[in-house]
């Protein structure tokens, strides 16, 4: 049978602003959480990740923010580009190395 | 930069036949998994696979599914006799070494099964 797709929430920006998305992950117990950027037809990139000894960590042009006790995360990227257009996923790890991950949203930038 | 590699890029096969899709993870790396991508949906876990044996696998990853590593290379994803809710994009992906647990995924085979 057909499969039906989910549908992404979708995040419009403009060229140059912050953009933040967000991200609801459902096992307290995670230790490692990674944020990856899928453009179309190609596999997971890595961008950042953080572990749960941490509330934030800074990379180039991003931010991961991690609230344990509400169970979020949240990737802040600086000065978007339309080059970042792509769907964006947060990820657990959940027990050994498997890792779950999330929904997806989808950042659109407009020139 | 290191890399993931995958072949083929695109696989069409009639439904009840076998698949064998082929991965060569980054060099240095020990664990090395497969996830897949329903059109439209989320990433899943299939397996892990570390030290030559399955360290954990998912629901999805039946009897239907088996993984190889053949030799010091290459890491393969066999579907015994494929069904049409198969048809998915099919990543490898890899990790360890002496990192820290940052997979690295390939750009993946999209797997049609008609």
């Known amino acids: 049978g057909e499969s039906v797709g989910l549908h992404l929430p979708t995040l419009s920006v403009q060229e140059g602003d912050n953009s933040i998305i967000n991200c609801a992950y459902s096992?307290?117990?995670?230790?490692?959480f990674i944020w990856y950027k899928q453009e179309s037809g190609k596999g997971p990139q890595f961008i950042i990740d953080?572990?749960?000894?941490?509330d934030k960590r800074q990379g180039q042009r991003v931010t991961v923010l991690l609230n344990k006790t509400v169970k979020h995360l949240s990737l802040q990227i600086a000065a978007t580009q339309p080059g970042d257009s792509a769907v964006y996923f947060c990820?657990?790890?959940?027990?050994?190395?498997?890792?779950?991950f999330g929904t997806g949203t989808r950042l659109l930038v407009s020139p | 930069e290191p890399e993931v590699t995958q072949t083929p890029s695109h696989q069409v096969t009639q439904m009840g036949q076998e698949v064998i899709l082929r991965c060569v993870p980054i060099?240095?790396?020990?664990?090395f998994y497969w996830y897949r991508q329903i059109l439209g949906q989320k990433v899943e876990f299939l397996v892990s696979?570390?030290?030559?044996?399955?360290?954990?696998k998912s629901e999805i990853f039946d009897d239907q599914f088996s993984v190889e590593r053949p030799d010091g290379s290459n890491f393969t994803l066999k579907i015994r006799s494929t069904k049409l809710e198969d048809s998915a994009m099919y990543f490898c992906?890899?990790?360890?070494?002496?990192?820290?647990?940052?997979?690295?995924f390939g750009p993946g085979t999209r797997l049609t099964v008609l």
């Open positions: 992906a890899s990790s360890g070494g002496w990192g820290g647990d940052e997979q690295v």
């Open positions: 096992n307290s117990a995670s230790d490692y």
């Open positions: 953080i572990r749960s000894n941490m």
């Open positions: 990820a657990e790890k959940v027990g050994f190395q498997k890792l779950v």
């Open positions: 060099s240095n790396h020990l664990y």
């Open positions: 696979f570390y030290n030559n044996e399955i360290s954990e």
